[in-house]
């Protein structure tokens, strides 16, 4: 038998952050019922018994604390950001040291994403990278408390992939409550974005809420039911690079290669590119709009039954439908989505003793979604009478935008997970310990696509542009699969941990705590897919913490230290399914049109020869050292503020290596250094590419933060936090699957064979933001002079809330193409060309107005000093690093006003309006650049990331 291992021997120092309670506490989440978290939620704690009220925001992770309440009765009120319906419940602090948990769920109202359900274990990965890497970047937040019934991986970032939240129980509720809300955003209120031609097409949202709840046994049995139904409908504007007038025309000779062109050329639609001409828009650029229709439904039961004062049992039942027709401005761009979330949780909680509580659960969670490409694009070639599936078109400079919803695409999937969980806590002397664990299994059954209809690439090569090319029907490279694609995956989760609070003097707490959990390889139900590694058992996390307060004044200070696990995401093991013999992926570089798809021969699909796509033998889960330390205290005037350092050293981040790749034959003439002679170069000639996902980045994250906060006095409570950070890794984040289906795709491919990854791709994170400004605020407007009667009911009672962030822009790389004289002619694309001018490194393109006299590429032109060459050697690559730009920065301004009418009889009733604006001053927030050097729109940018001002109102009555 194996020893444990250095772990062993530190059970005795273990984990979770201690906090010194002034008084009694109340703290929770606030998470959407997709349980994703929700910031600056306002919560507002009044006590029934008196004149006290407290307001806070939750933190960027959904976290919110109200602190040092005396006994007594609390009602709690919970308002999204956004004027997300707010939810009442009634709270007993039954002690001055009492620490109630009380956790909350919100509908993500009518948010800017939008996107279908996804399971509350386990986040869109979709929505969080565009959110990290594309809108805005990370919400840094240290992590105050390590508990060690918390898996804690990526929330430094604010974005935790692995929480897990048992149903607690509640109070039996006393009395019924019920609510009715209301919310409107249509474009008649809103303003257009930078890049809008002519006014803002008509759109329309709408959503409406119905809950309510309360006894249906006096002090037994109590009900809570919610239904809430969201509709989107209207015009959707957007950029696009479309084919000028004269693009429009197939050009090459053979009739039948002309046809297939020309049917996809039809994908554009009618639209011609209709920017003013300007050396800072593409020629190509397109702004137009398409219609889209969204319909998501939500509902959710909950029963609160109690036995007795020491048996509690609570049953949730939740379910979502989303189903998306979704805008074309180019034919087949987004897929056609129909997805069911379901949830069925249970929980029951039994207290031993005064000191001693226990609880026992299960959850059965289940996602169901089905992404197609639309019928249109289905379509497309049947009717020009062309027998064969409707192929991706992938334009690698971005001369166009591509046709085509994704290479996987067509994608169906049912997830099933089962979770039993139980815990307990036990409290005696100076301690409380904690003893939990949970085992679920995990179905996946999963049809999904890896160029199942194929995928055109084109590429500036053979002479010619990438447009060129296009119309002369002359691909770099054919890229098809075939076989079997449907695969059913399963596999077993299991996590312990044991944790204690020690209370070592007055003024003093230590929490020490271990983790433990274990995933094990998954398993395809009829064994056609071997993920090719095994399961570790060595995932022992250790945490612990501090909180000092010193002479028991004011000033806290805290300290803490854990490891935590994240996972081998779905994506990333099911990766291994793309492999002979069940399935065949062909890679031809510079096919011939005619015989892909009009050679009866060639449509079999019987190749001998195909790629490898595999998992690394070695592949093992990823973690993080998570550490943080800080000072916290009261200042004068109702402030608080916190001074924090945090860092984080991650390992075993996946990305994706590609081996095989076409090398120089010894003795052999450049001229036969061409694209179609890459498969002719490659040292095994029985494969392809070999594509391989492995475990081998590393990130790491340092950050100092500093937090006022002044409490609710005179109507005024705010947040201030500023972070200084930098996030740097080796390709590879905490987000990333490394199978290249996540949008944004970052799979960490180092751009040679030939370099070793850390000479090649150790630069700035896709995440790094150094400078992080955030704001939020409520503000209870003051009234002028004596009101009374209605002049009192309107005009008093306005507030004013919002929150504010200023953020360095995202970086990103450039790159050229890969063929003779233009890249390394080794089969993969984005090479990376020499930088000449090294001044330019670490320049913000943050301008349409300048980005393209700082970023040009034109050997032609020698007015302008060249910034770059493509002079590299075959299977070489050139000296410029790795995300060593920066895109525009932000500057988002979201402002609400609103007001609550009360009106008291013989049961209250309370009227909310709320007016919300996102990004109130309408101030773009631009994308990054072209990036590829041989792109006629290099240097230029293209579209902006974020809408222009959206106004929305919204009503809710409570009774």
Known sequence: MKPIGPMGWMLPIFLSLGCLAQGGEIRGWVLSTEGTPIPNA??????????????????????????????????????????????????????????????????????????????????????????????????????????????????????????????????????????????????????????????????????????????????????????????????????????????????????????????????????????????????????????????????????????????????????????????????????????????????????????????????????????????????????????????????????????????????????????????????????????????????????????????????????????????????????????????????????????????????????????????????????????????????????????????????????????????????????????????????????????LFFSPAQLSGNQPRCARRRLSADLVTPYSHQYMLSMEGDLPGSFFLRLSYMGTRSFHLFTQNISNRAQPLPGSPKDKLTTDTINDRRPDPRYYSIAEIESNSIAYYDAAQVSLQKRLSHGLTFRATYTFSKNIDLGGDFTNTASGVEKPPAIGIASSELTSRMEDLKGWSLLDTPHNLSLSYAYLLPSVGPLYGWKSLLLRGWEISGTTVFQSGLPFSVHTADGPGLGNVDGVMNDRPNVLNPSILGKSLDDPDTASSLLYYNPEDKTKPPLFDLNILPGGRGNIGYNVFRKDGTNNWNVSIGKELRFRGAREISVQFRVAFLNFFNHPQFDKPRANLLSPSFGLIPDTTNRGRIARLSVRVEF
């Not at 970047?137 to 048992?166: C, K, T, V």
């Open 42 to 595: 306002e919560i507002s704690a009044k006590k029934l018994e008196g004149q006290f009220r407290q307001v806070v925001l939750t933190q960027p992770d959904g976290r919110y604390e109200v602190k040092d309440l005396s006994e007594g009765v609390y009602s709690l009120t919970v308002t999204g950001p956004g004027g997300q319906q707010s939810v009442r419940r009634i709270v007993v602090v039954g002690t001055p040291t009492s620490l109630v948990r009380m956790d909350f769920r919100l509908p993500l109202f009518l948010t800017e994403d939008g996107g279908p359900p996804m399971l509350a274990y386990a986040p869109d990965l979709n929505l969080l990278r565009r959110r990290l890497m594309v809108e805005r970047g990370a919400d840094p937040q240290p992590i105050r408390e390590f508990l060690p019934e918390q898996n804690n991986f990526g929330a430094e970032f604010g974005s935790p992939l692995r929480e897990f939240h048992p149903l607690s129980s509640r109070p039996v509720a006393s009395q019924w409550r019920s609510s009715i809300s209301d919310a409107l955003q249509t474009s008649i209120l809103n303003a257009r974005s930078f890049f809008t031609v002519g006014p803002l097409p008509p759109a329309r949202v709408n959503q409406y809420d119905l809950s309510a709840s309360g006894p249906l046994a006096a002090d037994r049995l109590s009900v809570t039911a919610q239904f809430g139904r969201l509709w989107d409908s209207g015009e959707v504007n957007g950029n696009v690079q479309a084919p000028k007038l004269e693009e429009r025309t197939p050009l090459g000779d053979d009739p039948r290669p002309r046809a297939l062109i020309a049917t996809l050329l039809q994908a554009y639609g009618s639209g011609l590119p209709n920017f003013p001409s300007s050396p800072n828009i593409s020629e190509n650029q397109l702004n137009a709009s398409a219609p889209q229709k969204i319909d998501s439904k939500d509902g959710l039961l909950r029963l609160d039954f109690s036995f007795d004062q020491n048996n509690s049992l609570a049953f949730l039942y939740s379910i979502n439908d989303y189903a998306e027709d979704p805008f074309e401005l180019v034919i087949g761009q987004n897929p056609q989505i129909n997805a069911r979330n379901l949830a069925l949780h249970t929980s029951l909680i039994h207290n031993f003793s005064p000191n001693t509580v226990g609880r026992i659960g299960f959850h059965f969670d289940r996602l169901a979604a089905s992404l197609s490409p639309p019928e249109e694009f289905l379509n497309l070639l049947a009717s020009q009478g062309i027998a064969a599936a409707v192929p991706d078109v992938d334009f690698q400079a971005d001369s166009l935008d591509d046709i085509g919803p994704g290479t996987s695409f067509p994608h169906r999937q049912v997830q099933n997970r089962f979770q039993l969980y139980g815990d307990a806590t036990y409290r005696f002397g100076r301690h409380s310990l904690q003893i939990g664990g949970g085992a679920a299994r995990v179905q996946v059954n999963d049809l999904q696509s890896d160029h199942a209809r194929g995928t055109l690439v084109f590429a500036p090569d053979f002479g010619y542009s990438e447009i060129e090319n296009f119309l002369l029907g002359r691909p770099a490279l054919w890229i098809a699969s075939s076989g079997d694609l449907y695969r059913g995956f399963r596999n077993w989760e299991h996590f312990l941990y044991v944790g204690d609070q020690i209370q070592l003097t007055p003024s003093l707490n230590l929490s020490l705590g271990l983790r433990y959990e274990i995933a094990t390889a998954p398993v395809e139900v009829k064994g056609r897919t071997d993920v090719g590694y095994s399961t570790g058992f060595t995932n022992f996390a250790p945490r612990f913490g501090f909180a000092w307060n010193p002479a028991r004044g004011n000033m806290t200070i805290r300290g803490g230290y854990g490891i935590s696990y994240g996972t081998i995401f779905p994506a990333t093991y099911q990766f291994a399914r793309f492999n002979p013999p069940e399935v065949c992926v062909t890679e031809r570089p510079a096919p011939n049109l005619a015989s």
